[in-house]
């Protein structure tokens, strides 16, 4: 499969931080999730690949546009979809009046279209009854989907959301991975996420980055399999240094090195990246 996004050796810095060093990835049509701790550079990674920030060094090629290029930059922003991790709304507009509001930004200016994408829009997020709701009165849940909606405007070729299941419910969050995965059949998709399970139910690919530098791209399972032959699962608590909680049946489920009378259980999308970052003996639960 052919790749969709290339970045280069991409540095970013904010006054003495280096908050992307060097990085590279390469995405391909389907769904790729991003994971990382918080301050890795997930979040600036993201907004350079959607142009909202341009990079220090590096190139970034998405879609055949570069974005360093002002006229390709403009052509890359119409045929993608960004859901910030903090969306902002007009609370005095309703759920409608807001996505047309987007929809008229992205330049869908016939009002016939763009009347049906709007309707669209809302009903794969599940929003057409509360479509002349004021967005004030949504719940954080429901505001999160409208964020979405408005993402999926014109079937963006590229999707790129920051934490978009933030505030969703187990009902919601289901109906989310439906959507999403149906949307990786045919184009580019890649969410930011804290949530490993969310990665592991509809990730192909996944990519660890850490201190602005990516540790790791492949699948789930691949990412998990790091952990092969460090997880356990004992009767009794292991060493306080070490990483454990306690699971529903009363055992205590730890990573890394054996403990006597501890038996091997099968590792989890979490349990590799915890590895993965060496923080298995920082945290203790």
């Not at 142009?51 to 993608?80: K, Y």
């Not at 794969?124 to 409208?146: E, F, I, N, P, Y």
């Not at 790791?216 to 460090?230: I, K």
């Not at 009794?236 to 489920?253: I, Q, V």
């Amino acid at each position: 499969m052919s790749v969709t996004v290339s970045v280069q050796n991409l540095s970013k810095r904010f006054g003495g931080k280096t908050v992307l060093d060097g990085l590279g990835l390469e995405l391909r049509r389907g769904v790729t999730g991003l994971l990382g701790p918080n301050g890795a550079g997930k979040t600036t990674l993201l907004r350079c690949l959607v142009t909202t920030l341009a990079p220090d060094e590096g190139s970034i090629r998405a879609l055949g546009f570069d974005p360093a290029e002002p006229g390709q930059r403009t052509e890359l922003r119409c045929r993608l979809g960004y859901l910030p991790q903090d969306p902002g709304f007009y609370p005095h507009f309703t759920a409608y009046e807001l996505v047309d509001y987007i929809a008229i930004l992205k330049e869908i200016t016939d009002r016939g279209r763009r009347r049906k994408e709007v309707w669209r829009v809302l009903a794969d997020v599940g929003l057409t009854d509360r479509a002349k709701t004021k967005t004030r009165k949504l719940s954080g849940g429901m505001r999160q989907r409208l964020a979405l909606a408005q993402a999926l405007l014109g079937e963006p070729q590229l999707l790129v959301l920051d934490e978009p299941t933030v505030g969703l419910d187990p009902e919601q969050r289901m109906q989310f991975r439906a959507l999403i995965s149906r949307l990786g059949e045919s184009r580019t998709v890649l969410i930011s996420t804290h949530q490993t399970e969310d990665v592991a139910a509809m990730c192909e690919r996944v990519v660890v980055i850490n201190n602005g530098r990516a540790l790791f791209t492949g699948s789930p399972l691949e990412l998990a399999a790091h952990a092969a032959g460090q997880v356990w699962l004992g009767e009794s608590a292991p060493p306080a240094e070490r990483l454990f909680w306690r699971t529903a049946n009363g055992k205590y489920r730890f990573l890394g090195a054996h403990v006597p009378g501890a038996e091997p259980a099968e590792p989890s999308v979490e349990d590799g990246y915890l590895l993965l970052l060496g923080q298995v003996e920082q945290v203790s639960a």
